[in-house]
Nanobody, 120 residues
Framework: QVQVAESGGGLVQPGGSLRLSCAASGSGFGIWSMGWHRQAPGKQRELVASINVGGSTDYGDFVKRRFTISRDNAKNTAFLQMNGLKAEDTAVYYC??????????????WGEGTLVSVSS
């Protein structure tokens, strides 16, 4: 019912910035929350940031006030502004959308991921 597409990843030098976008599309659903997780090579997937329907946000401890999540409800899109990027931020970043049809339990819908590489 829901398709998720991420974009905005790429190669950036340490200290640089990137802005990721996540667009949810489909019909007959309502979005409860959107968020970003990341997975570095050989490591577990971890929460980066999330935002719910009320606008409340949550961030992973490692972000240390460098990342900001926002949303455009009219376009069913979430953004992740990443500043002061470090080499350890290198990972595949996945968008997750929690959505449900009317009267149904919400489910998680995952994007395919976008690669962020931070190196000199």
């Amino acid at each position: 019912q829901v398709q998720v597409a991420e974009s905005g990843g790429g190669l950036v030098q340490p200290g640089g910035s990137l802005r990721l976008s996540c667009a949810a599309s489909g019909s007959g659903f309502g979005i409860w929350s959107m968020g970003w997780h990341r997975q570095a090579p050989g490591k577990q997937r971890e929460l980066v940031a999330s935002i719910n329907v009320g606008g409340s946000t949550d961030y992973g401890d490692f972000v240390k006030r460098r990342f900001t999540i926002s949303r455009d409800n009219a376009k069913n899109t979430a953004f992740l502004q990443m500043n002061g990027l470090k080499a350890e931020d290198t990972a595949v970043y996945y968008c997750v959308v929690y959505a449900a049809p009317r009267g149904q339990v919400p489910m998680a819908y995952w994007g395919e991921g976008t690669l962020v590489s931070v190196s000199s």
